[in-house]
């Protein structure tokens, strides 16, 4: 594997996806139902909208579900092959396979405050080293 999809997606994905929130006007809107500020997907896919209509919905939900997919499979991927280099037999890679799936699977069937509260993340952002730099780039 090599750095190009990395590159691919932090560099041009995530760049064009901020670009079309941050231009679409739909950026600080509230939900009706909630009254609390859009975010995650339900944003991309309300920006996305503003250009492409009811097909902005289909764009983003495929685009999620492809980047997710190969998502898992480059980690599976990435962990087999240190556990191999670590643990050569042939029973403990496929009790690797078992668990990750396993636990991909109730990743994937859980609410995301279960996941986050799981890998001992909340919802503040303050706790994410990506927002100290951009407090430090808005000051």
């Known amino acids: 594997m090599n750095m190009t999809g990395t590159f691919f997606d932090t560099m041009v994905i995530c760049m064009l996806t901020g670009l079309v929130i941050a231009s ?8 009706p ?31 999620i579900s492809l980047f997710a997919f190969s998502t898992i499979l480059g980690w599976e991927y990435y ?22 799936a396993l636990i991909t699977f109730v990743g994937a069937t859980t609410t995301l405050d279960v996941v986050w509260n799981f890998l001992g993340y909340d919802e ?3 706790d994410y080293p990506e927002s100290h730099l951009s407090v430090v780039a808005q000051q």
């Open 24 to 31: 679409s006007g739909v950026l600080g809107m509230t939900d």
């Open 79 to 100: 962990g087999e092959k240190a556990l191999e280099y670590l643990i050569k037999k042939r029973p403990v890679i496929m009790g690797y396979r078992v668990v990750f």
């Open 124 to 126: 503040r952002p303050h």
């Open 33 to 63: 139902d909630t009254g609390k500020l859009v975010s995650g997907a339900q944003l991309t896919i309300m920006a996305f909208s503003t250009v492409f209509g009811d097909y902005g919905k289909l764009i983003v939900s495929i685009a």
